[in-house]
């Protein structure tokens, strides 16, 4: 019982700690959950986010109008600028960089401000990805045993000393729970979103298809197959709008390299940043050519 009691001992510690400053957003299950970073701002998933605005719950039953300071849907956070009042912010960790496997943590959330939820777990994998909600991968997921109800998105994953280790964000097969590492790297950027500045990223303005979606439209309409990334649309007025991109052209190669998964594309458009432009070769029925998309 000795094990068990200082599990309990650790758990209610952490609650009185950091759970206040574990909040509901919206109202209702299935909404989400955030955290108290700074005063006046509560970190979250940016999946969470329906509006610019939107309603955040604390812990002793307060409601208050949030604003979005700063959302990054590549990396899925989003920073939300609102009164806290006196709550304490929760205390980062000093390394996350190296979170082993069997680490023990808590996992809070307050789904929807509907109360708060604290479940025990363990660190069952930390090179874990996912995709986010622009479909770029989201690399280094620390994957826990820590079970959460619908609408914890966005709440914290901590030590048991109450330190912000990430934040869940996804459900995986097994009920096992996917959480962002807030790294100093990821907390530079956290921090930066809190200041109201967008993430600096080249950008398409394209919805693709994966390469096996490609191969298989390919097929359908008596194409060779061939692995790409197929354009789905193209937003107007985009970068890849003004280079001649159209529905259902297949993207080939970028910046030279083969375009065998998606990940790739995302890599070019982030080298591409520092030049200006990049390369793209397409297949547009059966003819290939090459583009050159211009970042402004």
């Given at each position: 019982?000795?094990?068990?009691?200082?599990?309990?001992?650790?758990?209610?510690?952490?609650?009185?700690?950091?759970?206040a400053?574990?909040?509901?957003?919206?109202?209702?299950?299935?909404?989400?959950?955030?955290?108290?970073?700074?005063?006046?701002?509560?970190?979250?998933?940016?999946?969470?986010?329906?509006?610019?605005?939107?309603?955040?719950?604390?812990?002793?039953?307060?409601?208050?109008?949030?604003?979005?300071?700063?959302?990054?849907?590549?990396?899925?956070?989003?920073?939300?600028?609102?009164?806290?009042?006196?709550?304490?912010?929760?205390?980062?960790?000093?390394?996350?960089?190296?979170?082993?496997?069997?680490?023990?943590?808590?996992?809070?959330?307050?789904?929807?401000?509907?109360?708060?939820?604290?479940?025990?777990?363990?660190?069952?994998?930390?090179?874990?990805?996912?995709?986010?909600?622009?479909?770029?991968?989201?690399?280094g997921?620390?994957?826990?045993?820590?079970?959460?109800?619908r609408?914890?998105?966005?709440?914290?994953?901590?030590?048991?000393?109450?330190?912000?280790?990430?934040i869940?964000?996804?459900?995986?097969?097994?009920?096992?729970?996917?959480?962002?590492?807030?790294?100093?790297?990821?907390?530079?950027?956290?921090?930066?979103?809190?200041?109201?500045?967008?993430?600096?990223?080249?950008?398409?303005?394209?919805?693709?298809?994966?390469?096996?979606?490609?191969?298989?439209?390919?097929?359908?309409?008596?194409?060779?197959?061939?692995?790409?990334?197929?354009?789905?649309?193209?937003?107007?007025?985009s970068?890849?709008?003004?280079?001649?991109?159209?529905?259902?052209?297949?993207?080939?190669?970028?910046?030279?390299?083969?375009?065998?998964?998606?990940?790739?594309?995302?890599?070019?458009?982030?080298?591409?940043?520092?030049?200006?432009?990049?390369?793209?070769?397409?297949?547009?029925?059966?003819?290939?050519?090459?583009?050159?998309?211009?970042?402004?």
């Open positions: 019982m000795n094990l068990l009691s200082e599990l309990e001992t650790s758990i209610q510690a952490a609650v009185e700690h950091v759970g400053s574990v909040v509901g957003l919206g109202r209702g299950w299935g909404v989400g959950s955030g955290v108290v970073i700074a005063p006046g701002r509560v970190l979250t998933n940016a999946h969470n986010l329906r509006h610019d605005e939107t309603t955040v719950t604390f812990a002793d039953g307060r409601h208050a109008s949030a604003r979005v300071a700063g959302v990054d849907h590549d990396i899925d956070l989003a920073v939300l600028d609102v009164d806290t009042a006196e709550i304490a912010p929760i205390e980062w960790a000093e390394s996350v960089d190296e979170v082993p496997i069997g680490r023990a943590v808590l996992a809070l959330a307050n789904p929807g401000g509907r109360g708060l939820r604290v479940t025990p777990g363990f660190v069952s994998s930390s090179a874990r990805s996912f995709r986010g909600p622009r479909g770029r991968r989201i690399a997921a620390l994957e826990h045993t820590a079970p959460l109800p609408g914890s998105s966005g709440g914290p994953l901590t030590d048991l000393e109450g330190r912000l280790l990430g869940n964000s996804v459900r995986v097969d097994g009920g096992l729970i996917l959480a962002i590492p807030v790294d100093g790297a990821l907390r530079e950027r956290v921090e930066a979103l809190g200041r109201g500045e967008a993430p600096k990223r080249a950008r398409l303005g394209v919805a693709i298809a994966p390469p096996r979606v490609a191969r298989r439209l390919r097929r359908a309409v008596g194409l060779p197959e061939r692995d790409g990334v197929l354009v789905r649309e193209v937003e107007d007025g970068p890849a709008a003004a280079a001649g991109l159209e529905r259902g052209d297949l993207l080939v190669a970028a910046g030279g390299q083969a375009l065998e998964r998606v990940e790739i594309l995302y890599q070019a458009l982030d080298a591409a940043r520092a030049e200006g432009k990049l390369e793209l070769t397409i297949v547009r029925g059966t003819e290939e050519r090459t583009v050159s998309v211009e970042f402004s």
